[in-house]
T-cell receptor
Framework: NAGVTQTPKFRVLKTGQSMTLLCAQD?????MYWYRQDPGMGLRLIHY???????AKGEVPDGYNVSRLKKQNFLLGLESAAPSQTSVYFC?????????????FGPGTRLTVT | AQTVTQSQPEMSVQEAETVTLSCTYD???????LFWYKQPPSRQMILVIR??????QNATENRFSVNFQKAAKSFSLKISDSQLGDAAMYFC??????????????FGKGTKLSVIP
């Protein structure tokens, strides 16, 4: 049982390049989330999904797209990377309607855009 | 929108001593959930403790306990008998309804805790 995994762990992009971050969970959770963490800002929600084929915007969605084609995977895409997207990205998942409503986090992806 | 405020960017504590990290939040909801997460240098987010707003009793988990003051919208974390492994960033989080039966977490900006040997 690997929990929540993220690929890659580190990445350096040039401005304007595109990439996709992959989040996978093997806990059969319905809900999945993408956060970004910047120094002094805590974690902020980018996009989330309440089930396969559905996604919704969070607090800071601009410049990102997501897809959830399979229940266990949640992809975060950057179509044209900008230096402002330099951050650490976390994926999380949670089961539907189950106490203690804990979100299980992946190990994070450090992305640098030059 | 709910906001979570952690007013102490950094704190330090002597090993074996007690430290309290503060958190306040703003909400119009009457029933909600609050969490403290720990993020060590490894970056992994680890749930420390959780509190249901409708419960008056403060949650405890071994050396970790909370002081939940619902009227004051305050949710502080007390760490007793501090250990070197407690050194980390600590985030307070509020569970917010985000529609379609889903909930999201709103995080504070974090408090960096150092433990002095």
């Amino acid at each position: 049982n690997a929990g929540v995994t993220q690929t890659p762990k580190f990445r350096v992009l040039k401005t304007g390049q595109s990439m996709t971050l992959l989040c996978a969970q093997d806990m059969n959770h319905e809900y999945m989330y993408w956060y970004r963490q910047d120094p002094g800002m805590g974690l902020r929600l980018i996009h989330y999904s309440v089930g396969e084929g559905t996604t919704a915007k969070g607090e800071v969605p601009d410049g990102y797209n997501v897809s959830r084609l399979k229940k266990q995977n949640f992809l975060l895409g950057l179509e044209s990377a900008a230096p402002s997207q330099t951050s650490v990205y976390f994926c999380a998942s949670t089961p539907m309607g189950e106490w203690p409503y804990e979100q299980y986090f992946g190990p994070g992806t450090r992305l640098t855009v030059t | 929108a709910q906001t979570v405020t952690q007013s102490q960017p950094e704190m330090s504590v002597q090993e074996a001593e007690t430290v309290t990290l503060s958190c306040t939040y703003d909400t119009s909801e009457s029933d909600y959930y609050l969490f403290w997460y720990k993020q060590p240098p490894s970056r992994q987010m680890i749930l420390v403790i959780r509190q249901e707003a409708y419960k008056q009793q403060n949650a405890t988990e071994n050396r970790f306990s909370v002081n939940f003051q619902k009227a004051a919208k305050s949710f502080s974390l007390k760490i007793s008998d501090s250990q070197l492994g407690d050194a980390a960033m600590y985030f307070c989080a509020y569970r917010t309804y985000s529609g379609a039966g889903s909930y999201q977490l709103t995080f504070g900006k974090g408090t960096k805790l150092s433990v002095i040997p």
